[in-house]
């Protein structure tokens, strides 16, 4: 079912948003001609940052398809985009639902009509908890599953339910974790308690097992294979422990959800050697819709090696941020009007990719012979070799590591054609 995005198009145009002609500032974005606009031709603002369609497109399809293959349900994180627009592609595509982090990613996927949605996060808030139970009492058709991993959250979950005078029933998972992470239970014992504890709650009902290995990754290809794999191992032996002691709420549908964008392969191995006539396995990888050309890139080249689920998906990078040469205050320097306000810089640097100079240029062409070497708020640092001859007013994209510490600083993104003709307007609602 596609999502209603007619409200996307009410949307105006805030004062500081960046990459749009500035007189479209106030205007709604169904007023705005997006199809005149190409930001290599100085139709917008910069730095401006853009999604190729084609590329989105295709590892939206290759992905679902993977996962298909592998007999998982997807739930790809939305805390990736926040872009319902981009969900519905998800979601038209073949995806199972949307997964988030926050009540807030709840409230925007409930506003554009999602209907089953993974929290993959505590609920602890009072005001979050009462959101949670409202919402469930007036859409029966709303499926939402949220994280336990102590008695005293279940205890709240069920606590507050009974101050609101109401007979709903919360969908929990009982998270998993490990010595060092975030969330999630580290030991046996503790999971056992944890989930008889829940089933003798009223209104609190235990559907699943959660887990996220990416915390696992450290570089080393074949330590973190082993490290994943042994995770895993454990999650299975929660789950064994729990149907034994017949501690789901329904035992013919138990879910098993786990996976990033950096070993999905393994976990969709993983779910594929578990009980298959019970469990619902749900992988929820995020970054994998724009893909990356640094971080992910390389932890996707070792999903091909490993082939752990089949043949791994080939993602295109599908996000760049453009931006303009400012100065060239030293012979060996350009500096490039492009900061951390514009684009991800927590895990590695952008990655110079590309430049356009309008007047002896018909596409862009790589930019060699140069290296990104700082970038600050508003300003990125190029040393320049001998061959490079970029001047004041050139542009330069930049692809990125992390899609998701670079869709949280854009109100709207464009999507292009394979030419960069504006097609349309990707909106955010971080």
Not at 79 to 89: A, L, N, V, Y
Not at 142 to 157: G, K, P
Not at 175 to 195: D, N, P, V
Not at 218 to 235: C, H, I, P, R, Y
Request: glycine share 6%; aromatic share 8%.
């Amino acid at each position: 079912m596609a999502l209603d995005l007619k409200a996307i198009d009410n949307c105006l145009v805030e004062a500081g948003t960046k990459g749009l002609p500035h007189e479209a500032e106030g205007a709604p974005l169904s007023e705005i001609d997006f199809n005149s606009l190409n930001p290599l031709k100085g139709d917008c603002s910069y730095p401006v940052a853009i999604i190729k369609e084609q590329a989105l497109n295709h590892n939206i399809y290759i992905m679902q398809r993977y996962m298909d293959r592998a007999g998982m349900r997807f739930a790809p994180h939305g805390k990736t985009t926040m872009s319902p627009q981009i969900f519905d592609r998800q979601l038209e595509a073949g995806a199972w639902g949307i997964t988030v982090a926050t009540m807030p990613q709840v409230r925007v996927c409930r506003r554009f009509g999602i209907f089953r949605i993974i929290i993959a996060n505590q609920v602890i808030s009072t005001k979050d908890i009462q959101y949670l139970v409202q919402e469930t009492a007036q859409n029966p058709d709303f499926i939402c599953f949220s994280l336990v991993d102590s008695i005293e959250a279940a205890d709240r979950l069920q606590s507050i339910i009974e101050e609101t005078n109401n007979i709903v029933k919360l969908k929990v998972l009982l998270e998993i974790g490990m010595s060092g992470g975030r969330c999630g239970c580290r030991t046996m014992e503790e999971a056992l308690s944890i989930a008889h504890h829940i089933k003798t709650l009223s209104n609190v009902e235990l559907h699943g097992l959660e887990s996220y290995e990416g915390l696992l990754n450290s570089g080393k290809t074949e330590q973190d294979t082993l490290a994943v794999n042994e995770f895993m191992a454990k999650m299975k032996m929660v789950y064994n422990n729990c149907v034994e002691h017949n501690l789901f709420f329904n035992k013919k549908e138990i879910m098993l959800t786990a996976g990033g964008t950096a070993f999905f392969d393994l976990v969709a191995k993983a779910f594929g050697d578990t009980d298959k006539h019970h469990i619902v396995p749900v992988i929820r990888s995020g970054c994998y819709v724009t893909h990356d050309s640094g971080f992910y890139k390389k932890l996707v080249n070792e999903v091909h090696k490993r082939k752990a689920a089949g043949t791994g998906p080939e993602l295109q990078s599908a996000l760049e941020v453009w931006a303009q040469v400012i100065s060239r205050p030293e012979p060996d320097l350009a500096i490039i009007g492009l900061g951390i306000r514009d684009i991800s810089n927590d895990i590695e640097l952008p990655v110079v990719e590309n430049w356009f100079r309008s007047e002896i240029m018909d596409i862009p062409k790589p930019l060699t012979d140069c290296i990104l070497i700082k970038i600050m708020d508003q300003h990125a640092f190029l040393r320049i070799g001998q061959g490079c001859d970029l001047k004041v007013g050139d542009l330069v994209s930049f692809g990125v590591s992390h899609p998701c510490t670079t869709f949280d600083k854009w109100k709207v993104l464009l999507l292009v054609d394979e030419n960069y003709q504006v097609t349309s307007v990707i909106k955010t609602f971080f």
